[in-house]
């Protein structure tokens, strides 16, 4: 995959390598704020990595239960900005939805580690009503431990700085659907999101999303989100994230790695003898 315009820095950098000391040129991943407005109205501001600018403002709004299809959506633009902003403006105008920028109680401020923007329990997340994910859906674990490589091979801004998580979605047979990466992991899951309401492909429910890094809360309610069955990544979840998943119906895996992995929450969507 090719890297998006402005999400790569290049710096001169000092390098000790066996003794020996180099001058040699650096990519940095770019961190720069994005603030989405709402009617012209400041929503939030994020700390994210450019690229896909629209999908994470389009995305945020679904994940954050602000809107619930793409037909909410009247426009989404990314303005052009004096030098000052850079271009870190997207601007949406919603239609058929009684949500109002100037009456938000909630502080949308959401740094790259930013934990679940708000959100302080899971009655908050029961109270949206959100739809249990398909049933149905299965995956082998021959597949599942396939999938960690796959990502790795496709993470073209990673490659080159190693320093970005990445949030991708895979059928049931391990075949790469969408990527996205951001320094933010719950930017590059935004921006998963916001592809797929905008593919229409909503929900996503034959899908894996497999996340760098650890299943943390906020991912959990993004994934539920989007109708998505499984979510799997390469680190721990936390408690309550386990707490989430196992009460609305998602398939929670950790510690995918090599051929191991561990099911926190509804294992019959990944072992056979369920």
Not at 30 to 35: A, I, T, V
Not at 80 to 90: A, C, D, L, S
Not at 208 to 237: D, N, T
Request: with cysteine; glycine share 10%; charged share 20%.
């Amino acid at each position: 995959m090719r890297a998006p315009e402005r999400s790569v820095e290049l710096t001169q950098v000092t390098e000790w390598k066996d003794g020996n000391i180099l001058s040699v040129r650096d990519s940095l991943a770019s961190e720069e704020p994005l603030e989405i407005r709402v009617g012209g109205v400041p929503l939030t501001v994020t700390m994210r990595t450019p690229g896909h600018d629209l999908e994470l403002a389009a995305g945020f709004l679904l994940t954050e239960g602000i809107i619930e299809s793409a037909e909410q959506i009247g426009s989404l633009r990314a303005p052009v900005q004096e030098n000052i902003h850079k271009g870190n403006v997207v601007e949406v105008e919603l239609k058929n939805t009684s949500f109002d920028p100037k009456d938000l109680q909630r502080n949308f401020f959401a740094a790259s580690s930013c934990g679940i923007c708000g959100k302080a329990s899971i009655n908050a997340i029961r109270s949206r009503g959100l739809q249990q994910p398909d049933r149905n859906f299965r995956i082998q674990p021959e597949i599942l431990c396939r999938l960690p490589e796959d990502l790795l091979s496709e993470q073209a801004v990673f490659s080159r700085t190693g320093g970005l998580h990445a949030a991708a979605l895979f059928d049931g047979s391990g075949q790469l659907i969408a990527l996205r990466e951001d320094i933010g992991r719950h930017n590059a899951v935004d921006k998963l999101a916001g592809w797929a309401l905008l593919q229409q492909k909503l929900p996503l429910s034959q899908c894996v999303m497999l996340v760098s890094g650890r299943g943390g809360f906020e991912i959990i309610q993004k994934s539920l989100a989007m109708g998505i069955p499984v979510l799997a990544s390469v680190s721990a979840p936390s408690g309550l994230a386990v707490k989430l998943a196992r009460e609305l119906g998602l398939t929670l895996i950790g510690f995918l790695r090599g051929r191991r992995f561990v099911i926190y929450a509804n294992e019959f969507r990944c072992l056979a003898n369920n």
